[in-house]
Nanobody, 115 residues
Framework: QVQLVESGGGLVQPGGSLRLSCAAS?????????MGWYRQAPGKQRDLVAT???????TYADSVKGRFTISRDNPKNTVYLQMNSLKPDDTAVYYC????????WGQGTQVTVSS
């Protein structure tokens, strides 16, 4: 099954930017996958952040619209999440997922927004 590895998390000040990456391996059909990002803050449920279909259609949670951008690079088997104007409320572990029938998850990457 496909394996997903997230990277790009870290500590950033409010108003700053980060770009998360999710690299997929063990698949030759990455371009057919529906991809997306969820996040989970301490003590809270995992919430959907953004999705991108195989055809490139994107959706966003209201809380990140206008600040976050999801994109994919099929030749590199990678999906990205560009996060701008970060707020303390964006602090969470960010998880990438890939769906083609079943859903596969990455291990998550921590994003902390704090001064």
């Amino acid at each position: 099954q496909v394996q997903l590895v997230e990277s790009g998390g870290g500590l950033v000040q409010p108003g700053g930017s980060l770009r998360l990456s999710c690299a997929a391996s063990r698949t030759t059909i990455f371009n057919f996958y529906h991809m997306g990002w969820y996040r989970q803050a301490p003590g809270k449920q995992r919430d959907l952040v953004a999705t991108i279909t195989a055809g490139g259609t994107t959706t966003y949670a209201d809380s990140v619209k206008g600040r976050f951008t999801i994109s994919r690079d099929n030749p590199k088997n990678t999906v990205y999440l560009q996060m701008n104007s970060l707020k303390p409320d964006d602090t969470a572990v960010y998880y990438c997922y890939a769906q083609y029938g079943i859903v596969n998850w990455g291990q998550g990457t921590q994003v902390t927004v704090s001064s």
